[in-house]
């Protein structure tokens, strides 16, 4: 039986932060399942900071479809759980079902990976607290002001928790997340 492992996304997620990572996850033979706050098809954006500017400047890049609505997570279904960037972390981590599920996660040990603006959703979600994680340099206050602790750098292990900046990571800190998946999946056998 294949395992589940939720991504996390909503409108305006980064592009590159979750195709990378859905892909590999079928690479795995674990089936990635897309959540977000209905099931329903979600703009993905394209983020980079060009020659020039100092913020970041965003454009369309693929759409997505939502398996499943936060509402329907059965935390229990799944191995684990990744965090997508882009400014969707922002506007979703409110969602009370959101936070149950990622609570989940962490009070359970299981694997999480997080990217860029991913880490607003544990961090919310109180999950962060004396956690070491890698974010993307303007989430660091994010991260910070609830208890986290900022390295920058391209992949952070932090027990059950890896993380990336942003999605010049993904080679970086997706392998070891899957890694965990993957000794996650063997203690189930």
């Known amino acids: 039986m294949q395992q589940k492992v939720l991504i996390i996304v909503g409108d305006a997620t980064e592009t590159v932060d979750t195709l990378y990572p859905f892909y590999r996850l079928i690479e795995s033979g674990f089936q990635p399942v897309v959540a977000a706050p209905e099931k329903r098809i979600y703009q993905m954006v394209m ?4 020659p020039g500017w100092t913020i970041t400047r965003e454009w369309e890049g693929y759409q997505i479809k939502a398996d499943v609505a936060f509402s329907e997570i059965v935390p229990e279904d799944y191995l684990g759980i990744l965090f997508s960037g882009g400014r969707a972390p922002e506007y979703i981590r409110y969602d009370e079902h959101l936070v149950r599920a990622t609570k989940y996660y962490f009070e359970k040990n299981l694997p999480v990976a997080s990217v860029c603006h991913g880490v607003e959703i544990p961090a919310y979600a109180g999950c962060v607290k004396g956690r070491r994680m890698a974010t993307v340099p303007k989430c660091k206050f994010d991260l910070e002001v609830c208890g986290g602790i900022f390295v920058n750098e ?20 997706v392998g070891p997340w899957i890694k965990l998946l993957e000794e996650a999946r063997s203690k189930l056998r």
């Open 154 to 173: 391209p992949c952070v292990i932090d027990g059950n928790l890896v993380s990336g900046r942003t999605f010049h990571d993904n080679g970086h800190y």
């Open 47 to 50: 983020h980079e900071v060009r």
